[in-house]
């Protein structure tokens, strides 16, 4: 019995042993277990972190693109939307002669063959952006790109100067809806960021780059065929643009008819009538002073003149305290930087697009006697300089202030106005007007890029299309202005200005250009000067991006799901 009870002592202690080396061995291997799939989860875990940090720099596709080739191609369409009154207006510039020629109109009247169509652009850019917020951004563009292309076509085969004129402006009507819905399709779909930054240059540099193609493309056709072959030219490329748009940009939201007409219904219809009117009176009394016989002392002239100053400031009334939507959101102006941002715009645009380009194109045309063609290999240094400069604002944003590119800006935009103002009636073209051409460029791709997006942070995303309308209308009305007053400028201290006898009379021609260019240089000395007083931090970088620290603190952006 003895033996028999420590024989069965021994085989439970033997089981027992085995039990608890198998409960031993589960519990290393749940351990084990538990490591590894801790040490896999922080390895996913700093992988998922890595990843973010590597895309936080530059940011990832929207997912609203299915692939890199219809970003870019939908990037570059969008371009061209503040590109198309400049590239008209630059295209109808070097073409000045010829149309002088065939209408027989000189001096101030001429300059209508080019404000209409940035006249009536920046009158309509507010309404337009109301459109496009209530019919979808990219049905309005695609209307935009359309229209521009017949108004073109149909202008073209026009007769009477008057009737040209207006088909132009109806050019700047119709594609005043392309440019909100372009600006505010971009600002809702990229986060800010470094890749925000650089679609936005590519998109800045549409403006500049499009008015020097066409002074190029313009120059060509017009010599080869004649002036009527420019609106051809538009008409095929803005119709290939409106093909290309369909094709590459995302679909809107399914329009709920109710609310958009509700909107449209909205829209300050009046107000938009009152602004148009008031700057047409005013441009008007600028550009036909030369043309009447007793210059100023002209009772119409001064009659319609303060008619149209009257309007503006009834106007600006008007938005405030009558409609319940207004053309222009109030609270953009509420940002000291936003207001200075406008003005430093206004003057560089005013400078560059209402003299220097228009003179240049006479003094190459009418005082050296270029053939339209080297005409525009004269402006070809535009659209080179305009992708540089525009990639390189873009590229340096997030880590160089705004301030600092505003002012460098200005300072070139300034200096540029300084070397046509001296320069002689057969200066080489590489000792004075090529750096003058260049360093507008750089005035106009530094500005425009910082200031639109400050107008882009200052509201939030239901009203980015009509903070873009309110921008580039300001530089549109800026453009036209400085137009007519160059005109008057010149017309003031040539008596042959705005006759027959104007090119007949080289010297004083070429002599009375400088005034207007002195007067460009007053232009540029305020934007310089208004610039040092611009607090606009880097524009981009997550980490320290103080762009819109005054202009909208309750702005809440939704996000823009992502992908790779």
């Known amino acids: 019995m003895k033996n028999e009870s420590q024989t069965t002592n021994k085989i439970n202690s033997q089981h027992l042993t085995k039990e608890i080396i198998i409960q031993n061995k589960s519990v290393l291997s749940n351990n084990s277990q538990a490591n590894i799939n801790k040490n896999s989860e922080r390895f996913e875990l700093n992988d998922i972190e890595s990843l973010k940090t590597k895309n936080k720099g530059f940011g990832s596709r929207p997912s ?88 073109a076509l149909i202008g073209g085969f026009m007769k009477n100067f008057v009737v040209v004129c207006i088909f132009r402006a109806l050019q700047g009507m119709f594609v005043a809806a392309s440019i909100p819905s372009a600006v505010g399709f971009l600002g809702a779909t990229y986060d800010d960021g ?46 290939t643009l409106a093909l290309l748009a369909f094709l590459s ?33 005013i441009c ?16 119409y002239i001064i009659a319609l003149l303060i008619v149209g100053i009257a309007l503006i400031a009834g106007f600006v009334l008007y938005e405030l305290y009558v409609p319940e939507a207004p053309l222009m959101p109030m609270q953009l102006w509420k940002s000291r930087n936003f207001c200075l941002s406008v003005l430093i715009g206004s003057f560089v645009y005013m400078e560059f697009f209402g003299v220097l380009n228009f003179f240049a194109a006479l003094y190459f045309e009418q005082v050296r006697h270029y053939s339209p063609i080297i005409t525009g290999c004269c402006f070809i240094v535009q659209p080179i300089s305009g992708i540089i400069f525009n990639i390189t604002a873009g590229l340096t944003m997030h880590i ?36 003058g051409f260049m360093l507008a460029i750089s005035g106009i791709a530094l500005v425009y890029n910082v200031a639109n997006r400050i107008a882009l942070s200052s509201v939030n995303m239901s009203l980015q299309s009509r903070a873009a309308g309110t ?8 453009s036209t202005i400085g137009l007519s007053i160059s005109a008057t400028i010149v017309s003031s201290k040539n008596p042959y200005y705005g006759t027959k006898e104007q090119t007949q009379h080289l010297v004083e021609l070429f002599e009375s250009f400088k005034y207007a260019y002195y007067f460009a240089i007053g232009c540029g000395c305020t934007s310089l000067i208004c610039s040092c007083f611009v607090r606009v931090g880097v524009v981009g970088n997550e980490d320290i991006d103080d762009t819109s620290k005054d202009v909208n603190k309750d702005n809440t952006k939704p996000g823009v799901e992502k992908t790779e």
């Not at 300072?411 to 590489?430: H, L, M, P, Q, V």
């Not at 580039?472 to 800026?478: D, G, R």
Request: glycine fraction near 8%.
């Open 64 to 151: 609203c693109f299915k692939n890199a080739f219809q970003e870019c191609v939908c990037v570059l369409v969008l371009a061209f939307a503040p590109s198309a009154s400049t590239m008209a207006a630059a295209a109808y510039q070097v073409s000045l002669t010829s149309i002088s020629d065939h209408f027989e109109v000189y001096g101030g009247e001429l300059t209508w063959s080019v404000s209409s169509v940035m006249l009536a652009n920046g009158s309509c850019l507010l309404l337009m952006g109301g459109l496009a917020d209530a019919f979808g951004r990219r049905n309005t563009l695609l209307f935009g790109y359309i229209s521009y292309a017949l108004a």
């Open 194 to 239: 470094r890749r925000k930054n650089l679609v936005m240059s590519i998109f800045a540099a549409g403006g500049p780059i499009g008015g020097s193609f066409g002074f190029i493309l313009g120059a060509v056709f017009s010599q080869v065929f004649n002036w009527r072959a420019v609106h051809f030219y538009l008409a095929i490329f803005f119709g």
């Open 249 to 281: 940009m995302p679909v809107d939201k399914k329009i709920e008819w109710k609310n958009a007409l509700i909107i449209a219904k909205k829209l300050d219809y009046f107000g938009s009538l009152i602004s148009l009117a008031g700057f047409t009176l």
């Open 284 to 299: 008007f009394s600028l550009t036909d002073v030369d043309s009447a016989e007793l210059k100023w002392h002209t009772s």
């Open 400 to 435: 160089i202030p705004g301030t600092v590119l505003v002012i460098v800006g200005s300072f070139g935009a300034t200096t540029a106005a300084i070397i046509w103002a001296t320069n002689s009636i057969d200066r080489n073209y590489f000792l004075g007007p090529f750096w």
């Open 471 to 478: 921008f580039n209308t300001c530089m549109q009305i800026a």
